[in-house]
């Protein structure tokens, strides 16, 4: 008899619901955006020296991410650990990375196209992975011999947090095969950042997600492609990784890590009933957030017909503005779609994001052959400079 995820959820006693992570105080999301924006203006001020440039710069600022990136005057805020989060590349407030991170920002004001600062490094730890997802973009390197020591990895994040990386994103393969080498990386970080990794849910139990915790992880990104187990274990080639993801949202749960959710929108899900359904169900594993990631013809699905037609991406973008403003959805999680935005202000590769895969090679993004060389081979402004200068196959380059 298949298990339904109403029957999985009930064996794991959630049935019910986890409480949501969502602010949901309509004042107190006032009261932080005044807080970050007094943050901003702070950090302006200490850059320019003249109240009214750091005036005129913090309005330029909030102004661009209000038009180009679709930011809500009052946006759904998640709270975790004692901060405040209303994305996956803002490292919350208050902290320290997140001045780093508005600084970054200032400075772009101020020197636009001269600034060497970046904002997310997003860092394939790891080759290997014990399942047989049918949209991988590993799978050319998939399982092969490691190319990165833990010496390496320290390496690469320092480096590149010398020059921004106050969000650090480890992918792979599965990242819970080198739990160890991730604490150690996270533990040697020299500059204050938000740390995130992605995961199937594999080797992530109570202890693996105290460990986790204990060396800083800020959350964890689990991939689930449905919400019907069966689904998802046939996309991810394992009958229990339905299972393991679910039990893996729990444990971080009760470690206090932040949570989210990260569904491939392939054609075949991509409905207004299926999409429902599963914010329906990351509404009761009470996770902080949903990401949408659109199927590339990329990695596993290279030379295939997956993209989206226009009709589903405007669904998703409906989605995303009902779940995300509507009165009657606060306590539904905050939903990040990138694609959506990265068509409307280009490719960031270079400006505010850098990937580096498992070979340790600089990588447009996961679903881009495109490399400039190895990390090590390049002084870090020489790599944003260049990476900048190279030329995305689907989108212009940013110039925000």
């Excluded at 996270?186 to 500059?191: D, E, G, K, L, P």
């Excluded at 394992?238 to 890590?257: G, M, P, Q, R």
Aim: net charge positive; proline share 5%; with cysteine.
């Amino acid at each position: 008899m298949i298990k339904t995820s109403d029957k999985i959820l009930d064996e794991h006693v959630v049935f019910q619901g986890q409480p949501s992570k969502v602010v949901g105080s309509v004042i107190e999301t006032k009261w932080i955006i005044l807080r970050v924006v007094r943050t901003l203006f702070r950090v302006a001020l200490k850059e320019v020296k003249q109240i009214p440039k750091a005036v005129k710069i913090t309005g330029t600022i909030l102004e661009r991410h209000f038009r180009y990136y679709k930011t809500s005057r009052n946006p759904k805020m998640v709270r975790i650990d004692g901060r405040y989060f209303w994305s996956l590349v803002n490292p919350g407030w208050p902290s320290r990375a997140l001045e780093r991170s508005l600084k970054s920002e200032v400075l772009r004001v101020l020197k636009p196209g001269a600034h060497q600062q970046f904002n997310t490094l997003l860092l394939n730890i790891t080759r290997k992975c014990p399942l047989n997802c049918a949209h991988c973009f590993e799978w050319d390197r998939l399982n092969q011999r490691e190319s990165l020591s833990r010496d390496d990895l320290v390496r690469i994040v320092q480096n590149y947090q010398e020059y921004g990386g106050s969000v650090v994103l480890f992918g792979g393969g599965e990242p819970m095969l080198r739990i160890k080498d991730m604490c150690h990386v996270i533990r040697q970080a020299n500059r204050p950042a938000a740390f995130w990794t992605y995961t199937s849910g594999f080797n992530l139990g109570p202890k693996q997600a105290r460990l986790l915790k204990g060396a800083g992880l800020t959350g964890v990104i689990v991939s689930l492609d449905h919400f019907e187990p069966e689904e998802h274990n046939k996309f991810r080639g394992s009958d229990n990784a339905f299972n393991l993801a679910v039990k893996a949202i729990l444990a971080c749960h009760e470690a206090k890590l932040g949570t989210m959710l990260a569904v491939c929108t392939t054609r075949e899900f991509t409905t207004e009933k299926n999409v429902v359904k599963y914010l329906e169900l990351a509404r009761k594993l009470g996770v902080h957030f949903v990401q949408f990631l659109e199927p590339k013809a990329a990695g596993r699905y290279a030379g295939q017909d997956v993209l989206l037609d226009e009709s589903q991406k405007r669904l998703l973008e409906k989605m995303v503005d009902r779940y995300n403003h509507k009165p009657g959805y606060r306590k539904y999680p905050v939903i990040l779609y990138p694609e959506c935005v990265i068509r409307k202000v280009g490719c960031t590769s270079g400006d505010r994001v850098i990937f580096i895969n498992s070979a340790g090679m600089i990588q447009q993004c996961p679903f881009c052959d495109q490399t400039l060389g190895h990390a090590d081979d390049y002084p870090v402004p020489d790599a944003l400079k260049r990476m900048r200068q190279m030329p995305c196959a689907d989108y212009a380059k940013q110039t925000l």
